[in-house]
C-alpha cells in the first residue's frame, strides 16, 4: 500500500469537509495524535482503523482506496509538476515535493525537501531507511546525539528509527532530495507496531 498517497489521501477529504483532527478521531473513536501519525504518513493503518475512519468521514472505503496501488511501468515527474505537501504542520515548516506520486504502490518514496532556515522541528523517528543529499545551501543533521554539517554535494544514509532532524544552517531555504524506503508496514498496524488505541 502506498502510504504516501493514502496519508494525503485522508487528510485531503478530512479538509473537504471542513473537519479537525479531534474531530475525525473522536467520531472514529481514535485518538488525534494517532490519525496525525497517519496523516503525516509515520504510521500505517488497520483496515479495521481505515473503516472508523471512512466511517467519520461520511465517505466509501473504495474512494479511500482509489487509484492508491496504480503501478504504471514508468513514471516521469516533470520540474514543478511533483505534488506538494507538509509533513507535522504543528512543529515543522519543511515543504515536501513528492517525486514519484504517480506511481501507486511502491518501494521507495522520493522527495525533495525545502528546510527554512528558521524551522526548529524536534527529533522525530519513523520506520525503514532514509537518504539525503544535499542540493542547495547547508545543513545540519541531527541523528540521535550526532550532529553532522553537510553542504552541497554531501549525502547520509541511516536507519530511520533512530530519531533525527535536518536543520538549515544557511541563509537562505536549503533544498534536500530525501528518499524515503521501506516506511510502510506490511501487518496492517503502526510502523511502531502501535494499535489505534496506544497513540
Known amino acids: 500500500m502506498n502510504l504516501v498517497r493514502l496519508a494525503t489521501t485522508l487528510k485531503r477529504l478530512r479538509q473537504e469537509r471542513g473537519m479537525t483532527l479531534e474531530e475525525v478521531a473522536t ?3 481514535l485518538t488525534r495524535g494517532w490519525l496525525s501519525k497517519v496523516e503525516n504518513f509515520r504510521m500505517t493503518p488497520s483496515l479495521q482503523a481505515l473503516a472508523k475512519i471512512s466511517a467519520a468521514l461520511d465517505v466509501p472505503m473504495s474512494q479511500i482506496f482509489e487509484g492508491i496501488d496504480s503501478r504504471p511501468a514508468l513514471t516521469v515527474t516533470r520540474k ?11 512543529v515543522s515548516k519543511i515543504v515536501y515535493e513528492s517525486l514519484a506520486s504517480a506511481r501507486g504502490d511502491r518501494n521507495m518514496d522520493p522527495f525533495v525537501l525545502t528546510v527554512p532556515p528558521d524551522d526548529d522541528r524536534p527529533l522525530l523517528d519513523h520506520g525503514g531507511e532514509e537518504f539525503l543529499l544535499v542540493l542547495e545551501g547547508s545543513i545540519t543533521l541531527d541523528y540521535g546525539s550526532e550532529s553532522h554539517a553537510m553542504d552541497v554535494g554531501d549525502s547520509a544514509y541511516f536507519e530511520a ?3 533525527h532532524r535536518v536543520v538549515c544552517t544557511s541563509r ?9 524506503q521501506g516506511m510502510v508496514g506490511t501487518n496492517g498496524v503502526g ?3 502501535a494499535e489505534p488505541g496506544d497513540a
Open 27 to 29: 467520531r472514529a473513536g
Open 172 to 180: 537562505t531555504p536549503a533544498r534536500v532530495l530525501c528518499v524515503f
Open 80 to 90: 514543478g509538476e511533483g505534488v506538494v505537501m507538509r509533513r507535522d504542520e504543528e
Open 191 to 193: 510502523l511502531d507496531g
Open 161 to 163: 528509527e533512530t530519531p
